[in-house]
């Protein structure tokens, strides 16, 4: 990999802060910009009015905490760009797509952003005559994973800064199988048809816009001049979980002169395998290291351990880990680390959810306890949530990420998209149209936050006898086409009159599938039937989030459907592009956080529900933990699976066989970064909860049971002893 030098002499500041989880390297990141500020050096290059600070994070979350702690720092006084690695470069692309017009001679288009979920779909389409001729199950279990893969290869090749003309040496290479040399041929081929397809047309993905950054736009004078000029200081919190792409930004900003501070946790990498390479931002380090004397270039460690009743020292630390991966070893573990212990996995979870709601009971805040599991299925996220909600406690799942078609609202929606349009019968059935009913049929005015006019009964009756199912155009009928309509009550007839007369008048109207969206919304669920005053704060954002996303979602499917079609396909396929958007959603493709972190339900008043992944990369603590099937192998993946040829593009790997050896080591380098980071993110009390079984019925045998068995042989002298002084004063009696 070639990196992109600024002006060659041109040094400014750079300090490294390396330490463990909550070792401090944030504090000491925002403690540092404030000491530059103190400084007061004059800039020759920039004024007060236009110094910019540059603020990179490894995610979201941690991009708005770090930004949120500069602004309270500096009172709001010093502009703040605050971006994730990937932000940036979409960032970038998109300001400067003009020039990469003129450059590679694409066309005029004003660039129009893919989705995963439409980029899915349009390369299936485009790829359709190579993958049935292709034996494409040489490397992938079905046709809909070989084109994720690809799509993912041309992803994490662009974060590599690696061409795709180099993917088939690597692929052949990396998994030693020069028998699937042609099919890795075709990977590549593949790839660069999709590139150059989305390029005619002004489309962008995640990998496209990268490459286009780091192949084209880096490199342009033009380009580095602004960019060199822009900002002052660039503060890098949790370098470990960057792609390959943001050492060249961060290396090339610090070449230009801009003061630079990076953190980085040797026990995070929460994002390793998916997209980053935490090995080469290491190579950053040595731009920070100086002379002794040298307060311009430092390398700092922090070691102060977090206030942690779990754990007294490192060696605690270090003695739970190494029980982990020596499972001969028998572990000295805490009085504060304890079990909870079934038979069956259902069982595990309902003890577990009742030994949280004790702890609630006796004083402890909902917002002290956290649920973690290494993967949590839809059953088991019910189960818990379904304990929680009968005793009333708040309970937050970290970017859950469920199908957007999991919503009632949503459902009814798509329903009313199939009634309307000709030829969409065979998306709608009874089943639908009676969910449609109770959905669209809150009391109105409410009477509370869950009543409704036609209850579900009602509505299988009205689909029963009112549903008149037809391929060209299914339609509703009166409620008097049920013999016994008399037995409906007044509110089921006048709600589902209401309904009857939207629909009839869509079916005549025929208006635009968003046109009809927004209506609906505002006709249905924006007249206080569906989004009751009197229902609970954070039922409502729910509600409001999953018809927000399903509207951003609908404008950008047509919008890509302009672009992709001519002005005649359009309107000749308008029906069949509608039919496909209804598909999309109800194969759940398309996901929505239905617990966004809002205002009105803050996370740390409920009881966190997360798995591992997302439970890391939200870098949150709690004094209380239960860690779900501890017996499970998920443990060692970290609750995100790597994505495929991952390992062969970091940059110490380019190039070299994988091997079995590999993969056991880095998984158990895997499992002891998990280990210590979510150690230090408990402050009091440890559950290990485990069933003997797995959903599946068979015997769990994970790593982790090493710490559940250490637990059993530590109360084994506690129950001898209890047993003796029991036998003991029965003999007294």
């Known amino acids: 990999m070639s990196t992109i030098a600024g002006d060659a002499g041109v040094s400014g500041k750079a300090i490294w802060i390396e330490g463990g989880t909550r070792s401090g390297k944030t504090d000491a990141i925002v403690a540092q910009f404030c000491q530059w500020l103190d400084e007061r050096v004059v800039r020759s290059k920039h004024s007060e009015r236009d110094a910019k600070i540059l603020v990179l994070a490894g995610n979201d979350d941690s991009k708005r905490d770090l930004s949120d702690r500069l602004i309270a720092k500096t009172h709001g006084k010093y502009p703040i760009s605050a971006k994730t690695p990937i932000g940036f470069i979409q960032e970038e692309v998109l300001l400067f797509y003009p020039l ?148 060249q930004i961060c290396e090339f900003l610090l070449d230009a002169g801009v003061w630079g501070a990076f953190s980085y946790n040797p026990d995070g990498m929460v994002r390793l395998g998916l997209s980053a390479d935490p090995d080469y931002l290491l190579g950053l380090k040595a731009r920070c290291q100086g002379a002794k004397a040298d307060l311009d270039r430092q390398v700092i460690y922090l070691d102060s351990l977090p206030t942690n009743l779990l754990v007294d020292s490192h060696s605690s630390i270090d003695s739970i880990v190494s029980a982990v991966l020596n499972p001969g070893n028998v572990p000295s573990l805490p009085p504060s680390i304890s079990t909870i212990e079934t038979r069956t996995r259902g069982e595990m ?83 639908e149209v009676a969910d449609l009913l109770v959905t669209l049929s809150p009391l109105h005015p409410p009477q509370n936050a869950i009543a409704a006019a036609i209850d579900p009964v009602r509505a299988g009756l009205l689909a029963d006898y009112c549903y008149a199912p037809s391929l060209s155009q299914p339609r509703l009928l009166p409620y008097t086409n049920f013999p016994r309509w008399d037995r409906l009550g007044a509110s089921a007839t006048k709600a589902y009159d209401r309904i009857l007369a939207w629909v009839e008048r869509a079916q005549s109207q025929q208006p635009s599938p968003l046109n009809l969206l927004n209506d609906a919304i505002g006709y249905f669920f924006q007249q206080g039937s569906y989004l009751p005053s009197d229902a609970p704060k954070a039922r409502v954002y729910q509600k409001l989030s999953a018809l927000r996303e399903l509207m951003e979602t609908a404008q950008h499917y047509w919008q890509v459907s302009e672009r992709t079609h001519s002005p005649a396909e359009y309107l000749a396929s308008a029906h069949q592009i509608t039919a496909q958007f209804i598909l999309l959603l109800r194969q759940g493709t398309i996901s929505a956080n239905p617990y966004p972190t809002s205002p009105l339900q803050p996370q740390d008043r409920a009881v966190t529900l997360s798995n591992i992944f997302q439970y890391r990369a939200s870098k949150r603590s709690h004094a209380y933990h239960f860690w779900l099937d501890v017996g499970s192998p998920l443990w060692a993946e970290g609750g995100a699976a790597t994505l495929y040829g991952a390992n062969l593009l970091l940059q110490d790997r380019m190039g070299k066989l994988w091997t079995e050896l590999d993969t056991q080591a880095s998984d158990e380098r895997r499992l002891e970064r998990i280990l210590r980071d979510l150690l230090y993110r408990v402050n009091d009390r440890l559950y290990l909860c485990n069933s003997d079984l797995a959903t599946n019925g068979q015997e769990q045998m994970g790593a982790l049971l090493s710490l559940v068995h250490g637990v059993a042989i530590q109360l084994e002298p506690q129950r001898l002893e209890t047993a003796a002084r029991s036998a003991k004063s029965a003999y007294a009696d």
């Open 100 to 247: 990469l017009i003129q450059k590679l001679r694409l066309p005029a288009y004003f660039p129009l952003r893919l989705r995963p979920e439409t980029e899915q779909e349009l390369a299936t389409k485009l790829w359709q005559p190579a993958l049935e001729r292709l034996n494409w199950r040489e490397i992938a279990p079905s046709e809909y994973r070989f084109v994720r893969r690809i799509l993912d290869l041309l992803q994490l090749a662009a974060y590599s800064c690696t061409p795709l003309a180099d993917l088939p040496a690597i692929l052949i290479q990396g998994f030693g199988a020069s028998e699937n040399g042609e099919i890795y041929q075709c990977v590549e081929s593949l790839a660069s048809e999709w590139r150059d397809w989305c390029l005619d047309r002004g489309l962008l993905t995640y990998g496209i816009m990268t490459e286009l950054y780091w192949r084209y736009l880096l490199p342009q004078p033009e380009y580095q001049r602004q960019l060199r000029d822009r900002y002052w200081v660039m503060l890098a919190d949790d370098v470990d979980d960057y792609p390959a792409i943001g050492r």
């Open 349 to 431: 979870l309902k003890e577990t959810a009742h030994a949280a709601i004790a702890l609630i009971s006796s004083g402890i805040a909902p917002g002290e306890i956290a649920i973690i599991a290494p993967g949590l299925d839809a059953i088991s996220r019910a189960t818990i949530t379904d304990i929680f909600s009968q005793q009333q406690i708040p309970l937050a799942s970290l970017n859950a990420q469920l199908p957007l078609n999991s919503d009632p609202g949503v459902r009814a929606l798509l329903t009313l998209l199939a009634l309307t349009y000709p030829n969409l019968g065979q998306l709608t059935s009874r089943d």
